[in-house]
Each structure stands twice: as C-alpha cells, then as structure tokens.
C-alpha cells in the first residue's frame, strides 16, 4: 500500500518540483502582471509569460523533443525561421515609409543607432561571451524583438529566451529609458530646433520603393532575405491599394495569430536550469547598455551630421534610428514638446524609425553572414 | 573571424547599405518626378 502510494506520488509534478522552478513562476507571474497592469508589451509578455510557468511544471512534457507541443511550436516556427519573418510581413503591411522617403538623409540615424548594436557586442565577448552569443545580445539593442528571435535562433538558440524577454521588456520600457539620455546629450536650443518642411512623397514613389529596395538590401546582404523580403511584400500589400484583403490579413489575423506561435514557445525556452544562471541573467544588463549605446549613438551621429550640414537636424530625432516602432517616435515628439510647444517632431522622428527596422535587419544580416559557415 | 574584424566590418556595412538606400531613394525621386513632369508636359501640350 505504501510501495503504490509513493509510486502514485512519484507520478505528480510535486515531487518533482525544484526550488529554481518555483523562481521561473514568479518571473513568469511578474511578466503576466507586467502585461496585465502596466501594459508592457501585453501581446507579447502576456503569452512569454505563461510560457515560462508550463514549461517550469514538471513532467509537463511540453518541451520534450519530437513530442511536446511547444516544442513543435518552437521546433517548426522559430527554429525553421517561420515566425519571425511572417511577423515581418505584419510589420510591413502597418508601415508607412513616406516620413522616410520626404527626408531620406534621416535614414542615417535608423543606422547610427546600429552603432550601439555593434559596441555591446564587442563589450559582450569581452566579458566573456562567445562570439555568436555576443551578437545575439547586441543585437537587443536594435529593440526589434522578431530579429533578435530571428538572430538568436540562428547563432545563441541557448540564450533567446533570455534576449527575448530583454528585447520586448526594453522595448515596452523606451519612455522610461530613452528621455534622460535625450535630455543628457542635448542642450535646450538643440532640441528646439525645427525641421525643414518635408517634401511631397508622391504614391508611385511608395509603391517603388518596397520593390527596389528589396533588389538593394538582398544584393548587399543576402543573409537578411528572409525579413527584408517580408517586411517589403507587406508594404507593397499595403501601398498598391489593390490587395487589401491581403493586406488586412498581414495586419491583423496572421499577426494575431503568429504572435500566439511566437510568444508561447518563447517563453517555454526559458526552464529553470537553462535561464537561472549568471550568464543568462546578465543579458538584461548588457541588453539595457544596448538600448542606452544605441538611443546615443542615433543622438551623436545627428550631432555629427549638423556640423556638416547646411540644414539643421533636430538632435533628438536620432534617439528615434531604434527599431521600436512607433514608441520611440512619440518619445522623441514628446521631449521635443517640452523644449518647444510648438515644435512637432513626430512625423519627422517616423522616418529614421522606420529606417532603423531596415537597420537592424541589415546588422542582423551581416552578423549572420560573418559568423555562420 | 575575430571581434574587432567583426566589430569595424558591421559598422561599415550597415552604413554602406543605408547609403545605398539613400542613392536609390534619390535616384527614384529623380525619375519619377522626371516622369510625372513629362506626362503634365504631354496633356498640356494635348490640350
């Protein structure tokens, strides 16, 4: 009777319980509150969440190679490089590139901001990270969590939970990292300078664009094809206006539906044993110092342009060249606000926001294609 | 393939790919304003 009871005990999770899974439901309950409450990055947190309480029950199985169900999301969605791009495509379809192409020298910023993705990955392998490793936590920096997944399933597939949940934390946190940096490397008469008036984009120069700059990116870095491709098919969706049924579906069901596939196996790559190290922990650390680089980097690089140039570029527009689309525009709009009433930044501060998306994949792709065999 | 190879070839990259978008946005913009300028011409000189 005894020998049948402890078998049967042995049989249920409790006993199999270790106090560092204990630890991952409580980062997992905080990332649900975080979603919940303050509304951080809900569609993402909300499911990374609860990925990481089910695969922190034990004897759940879900992560179990070949049979786990989440495994299978994961094996099939984020390992085969499915996810990620199709998010691409969503991203694409919700894009406007006009602030981009009315003031196309603003692309810069989208690439000086890169400069912060490059700096922590030489301080990340010079603390000890291997090289693939330090790229996948660089590339936080760029604060685009569907190429730091892309990047991370292709070189640190070990470290993507914890880049993962770096990446969308930051990203949710750009309000409250980003102004102090804005404030710290910029005087009051800088950030009261106004822009130029853009010029008119005409339609047929939108519609070209996603076409030929698919051509460019794709010669230059074959490596990024995969969300390079995605991200400008659905922008041609978009900008054709003859698909919008297609159109509406890259916006909203197939989004809906791979942020589901995307965020639950995220989260369930991060059991206990694999992310309660020092190692994986201090990502968030250096993922942090990636975010600020990358904020002062896009800021020194506009610097560095109006020295240079006869039309001034508002300095704070360069905290936008991070890929967090639309939130570090309205950021910067919203400093820009306090120095100046009545000085409207955010449609110029969409431009090298955009161009920092298309940054951050061509530095995803150049890290894939020097590091990779 | 060393850090600071990586490092210095990056950087240069990334910029090098803006900068070639940048070309052919401007490039584009040359042409399409040539373009619509033409065919305004063409239904002036229709009329």
């Not at chain 1, 560092?20 to 990055?41: D, N, P, S």
Request: hydrophobic share 55%.
């Amino acid at each position: 009777m005894g020998n049948n009871l402890y078998s049967l005990l042995n049989t249920t999770g409790f006993v199999h319980l270790t106090p560092g899974m204990v630890v991952m439901w409580i980062i997992g309950l905080i990332l649900i509150f975080l979603a919940i409450k303050k509304q951080y990055e809900p569609l993402l947190l909300l499911p990374i969440g609860f990925g990481i309480l089910l695969v922190n029950l034990p004897l759940s199985g879900l992560m179990e190679p070949e049979v786990g169900l989440l495994w299978k999301f994961y094996h099939y969605g984020i390992h085969w490089e499915i996810i990620p791009p199709l998010i691409f495509l969503g991203i694409g379809a919700f894009t406007d590139f006009g602030p981009m192409l009315a003031n196309p020298r603003l692309i810069f910023l989208g690439a000086g901001a890169q400069a912060g993705v490059y700096i922590t990955f030489f301080a990340s392998h010079a603390m000890g990270y291997n090289i693939m490793e330090a790229a996948t936590i660089g590339m936080i920096g760029g604060a685009d969590g569907p190429t730091t997944i892309f990047i991370a399933s292709k070189l640190a597939p070990q470290l993507m939970g914890a880049c993962a949940v770096a990446a969308y934390s930051y990203m949710a946190m750009v309000p409250i990292i980003q102004p102090p940096i804005m404030r710290l490397l910029t005087t009051k008469a800088e950030r009261k300078i106004r822009m130029a008036k853009p010029r008119p984009v005409s339609k047929r120069e939108k519609l070209l664009f996603p076409i030929i700059s698919t051509f460019v990116i794709i010669l230059l870095i074959p490596a990024s094809a995969p969300l390079i491709a995605m991200l400008m098919l659905g922008n041609l969706f978009r900008e054709s206006g003859v698909v919008e049924r297609l159109k509406g579906a890259a916006q909203n069901e197939l989004m809906n539906i791979v942020t589901i596939f995307l965020g639950l196996p995220i989260g369930a790559t991060m059991h206990a044993d694999v992310f309660l190290q020092p190692k994986v922990l201090f990502i968030f650390i250096l993922g942090l110092i990636a975010f600020i680089l990358s904020t002062a980097t896009g800021i020194v690089l506009a610097k560095l342009l109006n020295l240079v140039s006869k039309e001034k570029i508002n300095p704070l527009l360069g905290a936008a060249g991070v890929s967090a689309v639309p939130m570090a525009a309205r950021v910067v709009h919203k400093v820009g606000i306090e120095a100046d009433k009545r000085n409207y930044l955010i449609m110029y501060a969409m431009g090298p926001n955009v161009a920092g998306v298309i940054g951050t994949v061509i530095a995803a792709g150049i890290f894939i294609t020097l590091l990779t065999p | 393939m060393s850090p600071a190879s990586v490092f210095a070839q990056g950087i240069i990259s990334v910029f090098f790919g803006m900068t070639l978008l940048y070309l052919s946005i401007k490039i584009t913009a040359f042409f399409v304003d040539r373009f619509t300028s033409k065919t305004k011409g063409a239904d002036t000189d229709g009329k």
